[in-house]
């Protein structure tokens, strides 16, 4: 049974910091590129980034890039998010996801991934 559980989120303050974790099971992780993607109330899920199954190959949105990093422990199961500098716009819930592809022109599609996290809550405000 494959599950990814997603924990870290929060509420904080516009300019601190979180690291999200998406702990995988029943299926074999390092083989899947792995991926972050949030949703805010009312739009649409959104890409925030993605890494290949060695972490060779990184990829981030550009409302992130520089203030948000994606890593992953193959040996733990585990990808990881850290968010600093977080803003007031980052609010949403963020969800884990996993898929077997590696082209990177359909990394950034939420349509590509078929195992999903439950999401959790990420809350910026002052």
Not at 2 to 17: A, D, R
Not at 27 to 55: C, K
Request: aromatic share 12%.
């Amino acid at each position: 049974q494959v599950q990814l559980v997603e924990s870290g989120g929060g509420l904080v303050q516009p300019g601190e910091s979180l690291r999200l974790s998406c702990a995988a099971s029943g299926f074999t992780f390092s083989t899947y590129t792995m991926a972050w993607f949030r949703q805010a109330q009312g739009q649409e899920r959104e890409f925030v980034a993605a890494v290949r199954r060695n972490g060779g190959y990184i990829y981030y949105a550009d409302s992130v890039k520089g203030r948000f990093a994606i890593s992953r422990d193959n040996a733990k199961n585990t990808l990881y998010l850290q968010m600093n500098s977080l803003k007031p716009e980052d609010t949403a819930v963020y969800y884990c996801a996993a898929t077997r592809t590696e082209i990177l022109s359909s990394i950034r599609r939420a349509d590509a991934y078929y195992h999903w996290g439950q999401g959790t809550q990420v809350t910026v405000s002052s």
